[in-house]
């Protein structure tokens, strides 16, 4: 959404054709913005300075605020929620525990990965 950049000289041609009488839509038209806009920039030019500088700050923070929240719902909307529970099964850790209890390896074996006792395929085999 794009936000029309007001220059002096459109604002005084703008309230010119107010105090004349032009509609929200023929000003529109003329100036090539939508009518929000300039019933919006009317509005805003009839304020005092100060009020003027706290409407702008709060249509900021509001425009601010909304993107947040739909960007948040955009994530939500696509994202499916699904607990994962990553923790290995029991008999896995019951296995590591007793793994673990056997002889230890040697420097040698720990370094070529050489299988625990009674762990090597060829033992398997027998």
Not at 78 to 89: E, W
Not at 91 to 114: Q, V
Request: hydrophobic share 40%.
């Amino acid at each position: 959404m794009g936000t029309t950049t007001w220059t002096p000289e459109m604002v005084e041609l703008l309230l010119t054709l107010a105090a004349e009488g032009a509609s929200a839509t023929a000003m529109a038209q003329r100036f090539g913005v939508k009518k929000k806009a300039v019933t919006d920039k009317l509005y805003i030019c009839r304020l005092s300075p100060v009020e003027a500088r706290e409407r702008i700050r709060n249509i900021s923070r509001r425009r601010r605020e909304k993107d947040r929240a739909s960007n948040y719902q955009h994530i939500l909307r696509q994202t499916d929620f699904v607990i994962v529970d990553n923790r290995p099964p029991a008999e896995l850790i019951a296995e590591r525990d007793r793994r673990n209890s056997l002889m230890p390896r040697d420097l040698t074996a720990a370094f070529f990965g050489d299988p625990l006792p009674g762990f090597s395929a060829l033992e398997r085999r027998v």
